[in-house]
């Protein structure tokens, strides 16, 4: 499987945009691109995914880097509820399995 | 809609003992995956189902760990013998389908003594 790198952490002033980027230079063509988040002590949540084009959703924005080698994830406006684990995933649709395989992601703290 | 239902939601029990952790999934989903969450190895897909048949268990730990759907609305995770290594929060989450996003239960954290 196509593997991603994340930062391991990053900061945001509550109110501010934030990108959270996602690398993934091995990807290939049939790979999905998903974003979950894991608030404390809950379960991870869907967030967002696409292939090739950017996505806008209620949570928010993922723009896909034309080579599709990175992709961001973006907040519009973070808020205090925001600060979790982002977890950028790749899934392949053609690979005959539909599981998800979670790397350490990123930590974001948000500052109030 | 209550979302995925996990039972318990703590389990502490005793190096031997068997645990069952039980998963009722969104009505309507036809897939249904239980991971498990430590601190060393993060969150790993042990098993999914489609339509409840198994369809890839390759993250089942051992032969201790077992798990059915016998039908869509009901899922166990069973563990005999319980180790202390099995130690961990055990989340199930369900999809409409395969491919479709997962929403993920609260989660069940096992302690093993």
């Known amino acids: 499987d196509a593997k991603t790198t994340q930062p391991n952490s990053m900061e945001s002033n509550e109110e501010e945009p934030v990108h959270l980027p996602c690398n993934h230079s091995?990807?290939?063509?049939?790979?999905?691109i998903h974003w979950y988040r894991q608030l404390p002590s809950q379960g991870p949540e869907y967030v967002i995914h696409?292939?090739?084009s950017n996505v806008n959703n209620r949570m928010a924005s993922l723009a896909i880097a034309e080579d599709r080698k990175s992709s961001t994830l973006i907040l519009h406006r973070a808020t205090l509820r925001d600060a979790a684990v982002y977890y950028c995933?790749?899934?392949?649709?053609?690979?005959?399995?539909?599981?998800?395989?979670f790397g350490t992601g990123t930590r974001l703290k948000v500052l109030a | 809609d209550a979302g995925v239902i996990q039972s318990p939601r703590h389990e502490v029990t005793e190096m031997g003992q068997e645990v069952t952790l039980r998963c009722k999934p969104i009505?309507?989903?036809?897939?249904l995956f239980w991971y498990r969450q430590t601190m060393m190895r993060g969150l790993e897909l042990l098993i999914y189902?489609?339509?409840?048949?198994?369809?890839?268990d390759s993250g089942m730990p051992e032969d201790r760990f077992s798990a059915k759907m016998p039908n869509a609305s009901f899922s166990t995770l069973k563990i005999q013998p319980s180790e202390p290594r099995d130690s961990a929060v055990y989340f199930c989450?369900?999809?409409?389908?395969?491919?479709?996003?997962?929403?993920f239960g609260p989660g069940t954290r096992l302690t093993v003594l």
């Open positions: 696409g292939l090739t």
């Open positions: 995933i790749l899934r392949d649709v053609t690979s005959g399995t539909y599981k998800y395989i």
């Open positions: 989450a369900s999809s409409r389908a395969e491919h479709n996003e997962q929403f």
């Open positions: 189902f489609n339509n409840n048949v198994p369809i890839d």
């Open positions: 091995t990807i290939s063509g049939t790979d999905y």
């Open positions: 009505s309507g989903h036809n897939s």
